[in-house]
């Protein structure tokens, strides 16, 4: 009953804004975003009914299929960040745009190959399950905990911001009232339906956004025959860059900055807790290699679409006056491009498809980032820190759910106050997060037999508050939000610095560690026999 009253709170004002726009575009939007807000909220009512059972709420009782995991896996992935900002970095600088998505796939062999079947085999819930194996549970459920959080909140941040300013936009309501409707609906989804609603409305959201970005690139294609050297020649012909577009160096100055973000972008994904959470989804480890495999094949045909996508936004928004404001810029920012350009090649019906399926992106995005978040709390923090193992399923699920509300109210909070704040550094700053905290711990727990768990919590935290010092010291916080002259630590990616750091510390602290520990041990014998053999205490 709440959920259905939750339901029409969420409907009605979204079908009075709906109702009450002159815009073609805007009306379509608003009627298949409700649509999609009306289907996910049925399947998370009958959801809702199985989350009595923390592997159901955790992990869907790991009864999701290979393919249906990989699709899911892949609609968690593919956020508004790649659909709307890769096609818009496309248009702005041509190759470069493709840095991202680059280094976004490139993370996906790592996990297929070294991670997927070791999570499925030895984790459940979380991916501390599988660290704590052979760690001390305390100390590593912390360093998860906190590593996980900071992960979700700076994705959320950004995708809160992203989704507030984009219906903002397309259907006229007010900044905070969009916010906080997205933020109810991933409440609703993450503490009614837990994983199980969230894998549904991924799979949908997936299933929408390929078809329509891969309708927008064939229309794309169209026009130039089907002939990419046709339409990048024409991109050449318009853009300010003319054949420097085809070239790197325009958003990456110099050769530390690209692998710094390489790094990032590579170990980050394969960190990312809200992605390794949905290995746990599927009955095997076998369905643990496939899910990743259709993920890799999903992502990697999204990402070739965004490269289409991009330079058929040079060539039909460059010079229409329709879409650029008075200084020449695109209307509502380059992260735009795609919306336009689906506007400008499909009319008011296809501009309306792709603005719903941005917008639900994005709420699919969130919910699988809170439900990350919540069982960090409920599980590593509550059950391993706060209760010492002591499982009771009913508390853990109850603290599980309000952690989502929680998480949600937070994310609400921080969209509102970061509305007017560059934000796009939080998402780059989320990716070394994990690439420099989970994915050093969770690599070394299952490839490294020397890891100790001081090495793993010491070198961990070291490499988390190093990620976080430097980013505060480097161009974009340090200069752009400060206003500083200059920056104290040069780069705006600081992964290179900050996973070396890691490795290093988590290794160095390890030996340290198991020679002290040696020693320890060696007195304690060298007493023991002492005392067996001499009878002195």
Known sequence: MILLYLTFFILLPLNSYAESKINNSNYFAAIIFILFVFVTLLITYFASKKTNKKENYYAAGG????????LAIAGDYMSAASFLGISGLVFLSGFDGLIYSIGFLVGWPIILFLISERLRNLGKYTFADVTSIRLGQSKIRILSSIGTLITILLYLIAQMVGAGSLIQILFGLPYDLAVWI??????????????IATTWVQIIK?????????????????????SLSNLLSEAIKVHSSKEEILFPGKLISDPISAISLGIALIFGTAGLPHILMRFFTVPDAKSARISAFYATSFIGYFYLLTFIIGFGAIVFLSQNSIYLDESGGLLGSNNMAAIHLSHSIGGDLFLGFISAVAFATILAVVSGLTLAGASAIGRDFFVYVVKKGEEDEKKELIVSKLSSVIIGLLAISLGIFFEKQNVAFMVGLAFAVAASTNFPVLLLTITWKNLTTNGAYYGGMIGLITTVILVVLGPTIWVEILGFEDAIFPYKYPALFTVTVSFISIILISIKDKEINKIKNDEKFNKLTKIAYLGKN
């Open 206 to 226: 997936a299933f929408l956004l390929i078809f329509g970005a891969s309708v927008l690139a064939f229309l794309v294609f169209k026009e130039f025959s089907f």
């Open 182 to 195: 997205v933020g109810i609906l991933m409440i609703i989804y993450v503490g009614f339906g837990g994983m």
């Open 63 to 70: 009864k999701i299929s290979g393919f249906q995991n990989g």
